[in-house]
């Protein structure tokens, strides 16, 4: 077999980054929409509790036989691997009983005139979720034979239904919001599912008549007619009904155990990990302080706040794990490793350290100022009225300084961590997820919404202290102190502190008259401090410099 699984993996992830982007802008424009022209009770309702009706039903029910089968294909029969796959459905279908039994009566709804367009979200949710879990067996199938584009096309296909169709309603009437949200769920996955049935019956098709040079079409290009078909002789399926489960005479033979035994595996641990994932908004369901707008507003603000933990420490941290992954041994103290790769290391994470700090404390200084702008430009004056929006944001710009600093020492202890360390530091990491649950649902009552801003805050500086401690001990013995990148400059310190009082008396004197003129300011401001922070660390952005230079001559002299 000749697929390049690495290649077919580089490209999935690749599209996948694309597609959360895409995804996420789109998301942020509608959410935008919504609160200004519907309210933010009903974007609280969608977005909170009937999104979270759907993770917790496909997150059970698909995850652990996803996970199970996946990577089996070699090891077990394609009849085990359809039947196991199959599962899922009858197990969404008793999950999402329970579960929107539980959500349409024991979770608190608070508004009476939604009750039934919530009750129709409920069941139209858990529909779209058994239904969804009906073509679990083809999407299997076309991530282990490497359909990248099929996936890509599809998703974009289903982000485009479901927008389409939730407008159109919306705009008809906005009163129905509700539905118009369970209609495109239900509209959108009913799509996708029947696109990839029509999609494995062309395939199946013409898979003959492409192995006997018959087969041409004017639609599809001979380019992918080739890829889809080149080098599939694993490929075994020859019509639907392969892709249906089959008794074959008896439970044992029909089922495998050990497959069902990994399933019940990956089954145990999705609980957990279901439970800390999603932890803040089981918080919010269950919680009696938090109203449907109160939830909604956390949701943007949370959303809004979290794009710099997405597009920058995120590529940081995933670029610095590598890195020091292949500069450091796990298993050998650093004073026996090759002195060069270590020092060279340390210096890297001390410059590392320094930068993200540095962006932290930029984006908690001028998000004092221009926490409100942002937010009136995105959800109009209605939505920051009440001074919430404004409260979280403003709050959330001090979690991303911990973000950004538990980012980048949490990734060096992660790269060097011996075995022994990562089993311990996992049941310390659950530890940590369970008490921030258990705290976050104490501070909502002393401090509302603002109390999870606040609990997150606590988890990620005791797990600075853990990482710092391990880095600490980790280089006792070499004399190098990378953790005194943490340390910036005094004259970036001090234009800093300066620009924030300038922004923060533009924000008192000239937002109400001038936002132009307002955010104006900021941005000359914010180009001092820039300044301020390159005359530091000019070394490094020289360094930094001559390397791309570097690269980009190379690149033009094999042109």
Known sequence: MGRNLLMSSLENASFNIIFQIVF?????????????NIGHEVLGIMNVRLLLLESTILFLSREPFNRACLGQKDEFSWNHIINQIWLSVPLSCVLSLVFVYVWLNLLPLGSPEYAFQYAFGCWSVAFSCVLELCAANMVLVAQLFCFVKLKVALDTLHIFVRTTLFLSIIVYNRSLALIAF???????????????????????????????????????????????????????????????????????????????????SFAKQGVVKQLLTEGEKYVMSVSPVMSFSEQATYDVVNNLGSLAA??????????????????????LPLHKQDQNKIQESCHVLSQICKTVTSIGLVVLVFGQSYAKTLLLLYGGETFVASGLPVQLLRSHCLAIVLLAINGITECYAFATMTSTQLNSYNYLMVLFSISFLLLSYGLTYVFGPV?????????????????????????????????????????????????????????????????????????????????SWVYENKELVIKMYNKFASKDETKVSKD
């Open 24 to 36: 996420r802008c789109i998301t942020f424009i509608i959410n935008a929409w919504v609160i200004r």
């Open 182 to 264: 369970s209609v495109a769920q239900v509209g959108s996955i009913g799509t996708i599912v029947v696109s990839y049935y029509i999609f494995f019956h062309w395939y199946l098709k013409n898979k003959p008549l492409y192995a006997k040079g018959a087969l041409k079409s004017k639609v599809v290009p001979e380019s992918i007619l080739k890829k889809l078909y080149e080098n599939m002789d694993d490929f075994h399926f020859t019509s639907l009904k392969d892709f249906l489960p089959k008794w074959l005479g008896s439970v044992n033979s029909t089922f495998s155990k050990k497959l069902s035994s990994l399933t019940v």
């Open 310 to 331: 997405r597009f920058i420490f995120r590529p940081i941290e995933d670029s610095s794990y590598f890195y020091f992954t292949q500069m450091v041994s796990r298993d």
């Open 451 to 531: 109390g999870f801003i606040v609990s997150n805050c606590i988890n990620m500086f005791a797990r600075i202290l853990h990482s710092i401690h391990f880095i600490d001990a980790k280089c006792r013995d070499t004399g190098y102190k990378p953790l005194d990148g943490l340390h910036v400059g005094k004259i970036f310190l001090l234009t800093l502190f300066t620009a924030g009082i300038l922004c923060k008396v533009s924000e008192n004197k000239l937002l109400s008259t001038s936002i132009i003129l307002h955010i104006a300011i900021g941005a000359v401001l914010f180009f001092l401090v820039i300044l």
